[in-house]
């Protein structure tokens, strides 16, 4: 067995040649791990060359696939040939990963890349309510750096900041 693995961004595609049975299980799991280092969590498994994989092969990707999806990955495998997608079908198989005819369309299976992450704004939604309504800074770097007070954030304000007012 032989394995070319070529990576792009979260995205990680391995070309497979030869047969994937039990001799061969161990350094096909070793290859898709290496291949998700980084913080990759997509993979495409290009099987055009995979003249058979056995028990031991499907087994590796069943535990590889469930460890890409927990993390917001996925796999897809694709180019299989007729004999490797009988193997699939005939174990029930087929249905259970994501099968497309070449790697364009693999690419088209896959989730997109997520974006990266908005800060979370701090604060309560109350506090963050009262900071907008009175003016004051923002908690959030989403916020202008001078905030405008409208009329009754300037009356509430004031109220509040003068002593002694009694207070209904």
Do not use: H, W, Y
């Amino acid at each position: 067995m032989d394995i070319k693995t070529t990576a792009e961004g979260t995205l990680a595609t391995l070309v497979v040649t030869g047969t994937i049975d039990t001799r061969a299980a161990a350094e096909f799991e070793a290859a898709l791990k290496a291949a998700v280092e980084g913080g990759r969590n997509r993979v495409i498994l290009d099987f055009a060359r995979v003249d058979l994989i056995t028990s031991a092969g499907i087994r590796v990707l069943v535990m590889f696939a469930k460890r890409l999806q927990s993390g917001g990955g996925g796999l897809v495998l694709c180019a299989l040939t007729a004999d490797v997608l009988r193997v699939f079908e005939i174990s029930g198989l087929a249905s259970q990963f994501k099968i497309a005819p070449t790697r364009a369309d693999a690419a088209g299976k896959l989730k997109p890349a997520p974006a990266a992450a908005q800060p979370r704004p701090r604060g309560s939604k109350v506090s963050r309510l009262v900071g907008a309504l009175l003016g004051g800074e923002a908690p959030t770097a989403t916020r202008p750096t001078q905030a405008v007070r409208s009329p009754l954030s300037s009356k509430v304000a004031e109220l509040l900041e003068t002593p002694g007012t009694p207070r209904k």
